[in-house]
């Protein structure tokens, strides 16, 4: 499985970015997929997630500003990040757990997409 995403960029403090990952290869219809963020010099932590049936949850952070969706058709997942700070700088990571199948359990990350808010 391969995750391609993009839409990362440079924006002022309380614009708008939106973010696409598109997974391809063996993805298992059932899966969960998510995005992380790692800023310098700390963890990477789950920001999004949302499940192929519909079900999400958030960061407490970015709760009421970031709003995850998804087209199962193209296994892709989305990102609207609405009111950004200078505390969501950060790379975004794409990720995804396959829930069944021969591969059911396997998680896989996407190559990091740099965001920065800043004036």
């Known amino acids: 499985v391969q995750l391609q995403a993009s839409g990362g960029g440079l924006v002022q403090p309380g614009g708008s970015l939106r973010l696409s990952c598109t997974a391809s290869?063996?993805?298992?219809?059932?899966?969960?997929m998510s995005w992380y963020r790692q800023a310098p010099g700390k963890q990477r932590k789950s920001v999004a997630a949302?499940?192929?049936?519909?079900?999400?949850d958030y960061a407490e952070s970015v709760e009421g500003r970031f709003t995850i969706s998804r087209d199962n058709a193209n296994n892709t997942v989305y990102l609207q990040m609405n009111s950004l700070k200078p505390e969501d700088t950060a790379t975004y990571y794409c990720?995804?757990?396959?829930?069944?199948?021969?591969?059911?359990?396997?998680?896989?990350w996407g190559k990091g997409t740099q965001v920065t808010v800043s004036s």
């Open positions: 290869g063996s993805v298992f219809v059932e899966n969960v």
């Open positions: 949302i499940t192929s049936r519909g079900s999400f």
């Open positions: 990720h995804i757990l396959l829930l069944g199948g021969i591969s059911v359990g396997e998680k896989y």
